[in-house]
């Protein structure tokens, strides 16, 4: 079985330019999380989607990054205009259904470091 | 408010020398206990769910225990090759649920 695929592994960019980060889940997952790993933290919660629709997105900075999941597949997730800050891995996870305790599955994230 | 404790922040042992890594958490509604493995430069890999106090799951060298307030991990007879950060994660919450990451273990194995 195929795991949680993401891309680009790697990105760098100045302050202030934007960014898009692409994470395709496991075959049949219905939710998708995205997470932000800051160097020496665990990973936060930005954004998990129930099939298309959003379920949580209060740690989201919504002045800034954006998501979305077309056909309850792929997901992207996009920083405009990204600030020092946000220099981190990003994680993309998927579950198979969301509902009750339900182990999520992590993609190997994507590094981003912004300038 | 929630919130997930790992101690300690790092954990250098010799090989072959057992010891604990504890996830203590304050949350309402707990729903399920995660152990995750993270090697550099990787994604966080599953280890165990536990659901409820006084379960207990094992995998090879490691074995994981959960109460009201605290789970361990415990590592028995440890080799190079456990070296990683181990992190402890919840889900809780009534309706949504939660799940909220603490800030891991760095395991160092030494032969």
């Known amino acids: 079985e195929a795991g949680v695929a993401q891309s680009p592994r790697y990105k760098i960019i100045e302050k202030r330019q934007s960014v898009a980060f692409w994470c395709n889940p496991i075959s049949g997952h219905a939710t998708l999380y995205w997470y932000q790993q800051i160097l020496g933290q665990g990973p936060k919660l930005l954004i998990q989607?129930?099939?298309?629709?959003?379920?949580?997105d209060s740690q989201l900075p919504k002045d800034r990054f954006s998501a979305e999941r077309l056909k309850g597949v792929d997901s992207t997730l996009k920083i405009q205009p990204a600030k020092l800050e946000d220099s981190a891995v990003y994680l993309c996870?998927?579950?198979?259904?969301?509902?009750?305790?339900?182990?999520?599955?992590f993609g190997p994230g994507t590094r981003l470091t912004v300038l | 408010e929630d919130q997930v404790t790992q101690s300690p922040e790092a954990l250098r042992l010799q090989e072959g020398e057992s010891s604990s890594l504890n996830c203590s958490y304050t949350?309402?509604?707990?729903?399920?206990l995660f152990w995750y493995r993270q090697d550099p430069g990787k994604g966080p890999e599953f280890l165990f769910t536990l659901y409820s106090a006084g379960e207990e799951k094992e995998k090879e060298r490691l074995k994981a225990t959960l109460t009201k307030k605290e789970s361990f991990l415990h590592i028995t007879a440890p080799k190079p090759e456990d070296s990683a950060t181990y992190l402890c994660a919840v889900q809780a919450g009534t309706g949504g649920f939660k799940t909220i990451f603490g800030a891991g273990t760095r395991l160092f194995v030494k032969a």
């Open positions: 989607f129930q099939n298309n629709g959003v379920v949580d």
């Open positions: 996870a998927s579950s198979f259904s969301g509902a009750g305790v339900d182990t999520q599955y």
């Open positions: 949350v309402s509604g707990l729903r399920g």
